[in-house]
């Protein structure tokens, strides 16, 4: 009895696993409409879950559509991974992934992320790479908890300290944005792997100033003084004008009300 009961609960947790593991769930656009609520539009025929991956790298010149009530999950996004064109349409409704890859693996795709509403939550989003990535933007909201990564635009870098980046923010050009003479605040320069990886915290906030920012933030208070010895260094080796730190200076206190010039 004991023996069958061992095996029973055994049986049960094997299926509670095979159950909960993620899975890559492919785009195939084989139903009735393009909307990703649709299981029929998916290979196996299933919508994706918050623990799956989600693929949208085929067939050619698809449409994968996001709108008012659908609330969509996934791991990680790709789309236009897989040699040919695909879109995700974000009209509505809402999407939330721990990581997107728009037109990242492979040289002939081109991933195309065409948004004029909902809400699009992501951890990182990264735009090209071996291939090409686009957003189309005209309405909704982005939230980024990670890095936005334009390997055309930035090189590789995470935005926060990427000067062509940040100086596409501050004039408006390559977006048809207005121009952006306020504050510049970085995010958490020490809780992003695209960064904390890379340099330590001294170096990223050097790398951050230098690129265009006015205020780094990272969590930590007992790296100030080596973060300062840095930023001193830099001056007086030639790394870091001291007019591009006045003109820093100069902006924090005005959007403070210190100064009215």
Sequence with gaps: MFTRMTLFVSLVLLLVHVHSASALISWDDGGPDQLWSTAANWSPDTVPGSIDAASIDGPADTHCVIEDGITAVCETLRVGNGGVTTNLDITGGSLTASGAYIGVDNP??????????????????????????????????????????????????????????????????????????????????????????????????????????????????????????????AVKRGRLAPARLDAKVTRILRSKGVITC
């Design 108 to 233: 002939g795709g081109h991933g195309i992320l065409n948004m004029s509403g909902g809400r699009f939550s992501t951890g990182s989003l990264q735009l090209g790479w071996s291939g090409t990535g686009t957003l189309n933007m005209t309405g909704g909201v982005i939230e980024l908890s990670d890095n936005l990564i334009v390997p055309g635009l930035t090189d590789g870098l995470p935005a926060s300290i990427s000067r062509p980046a940040i100086q596409m923010l501050r004039t408006g050009v390559g977006y048809n944005g207005p121009r952006y003479n306020g504050v510049i605040f970085s995010d958490d320069l020490s809780g992003m792997a695209a960064i904390s990886q890379r340099y330590p915290i001294e170096q990223a906030v050097e790398k951050f100033i230098l690129a265009g920012g006015d205020v780094a933030l990272w969590l930590s208070t007992d790296r100030v003084p080596s973060v300062l010895d840095n930023l001193e260094t």
